[in-house]
């Protein structure tokens, strides 16, 4: 997928993580948690400016989504937002997390991901559109952001209760 279609996923992976954080209170915590994942939604690809690192290849797994949510933690701690061990969550499951939606992204066009490797070579693809399709990207940009405001309507709903 293309900017816009990972823009949008990374916030439909972060909309329950903003509901629960507005349910409880922690509007600051969520939109930085929203802020985060549109900002890390891009970071796999890195990879096509590094040379000798093939596309899709380290930063498409699961084991660099780890890194990015052992990166992301203490850093969402140092906000002081929140309590550490809250901040601490949110930060490991938005990093984690927004590096798992841009993989599952890719896994919808046909040049698919092996988000396993090296322990796994197996091919994932959902073969459902090409990534330049301007039309699917949009598409996902606008769910994201439809989910994105859902979330925050139910935490807010889930508050005032």
């Known amino acids: 997928m293309y900017q816009n279609g990972h823009y949008g996923v990374a916030l439909l992976a972060v909309a329950p993580v903003g509901a629960i954080l507005i349910a409880a209170g922690l509007f600051e915590l969520a939109v930085a948690a929203g ?3 549109v900002a890390l939604a891009m970071v796999p690809d890195l990879d096509q400016r590094v040379p000798g690192i093939t596309h899709r290849g380290p930063t498409h797994t699961v084991w660099f989504a780890l890194v ?10 140092a906000l002081t937002i929140a309590g550490p061990v809250v901040s601490a969550v949110t930060g490991f499951v938005v990093g984690a997390g927004t590096i798992l939606s841009h ?3 890719d896994a919808l ?6 988000p396993w490797r090296p322990a796994d070579d197996t091919h994932y693809s959902l073969d459902v559109v090409a990534a330049k399709n301007p039309l699917a990207n949009y598409a996902l940009l606008g769910l994201g952001i439809a989910s994105a405001a859902l ?3 139910v935490g807010t709903t889930v508050a005032s209760v």
């Open 35 to 37: 802020v985060a994942a």
């Open 68 to 77: 990015v949510g052992a990166i992301t933690a203490p850093g969402a701690v």
């Open 103 to 105: 993989i599952a992204a």
């Open 109 to 114: 066009t046909p040049a698919g991901v092996r």
């Open 151 to 153: 979330g925050g309507w």
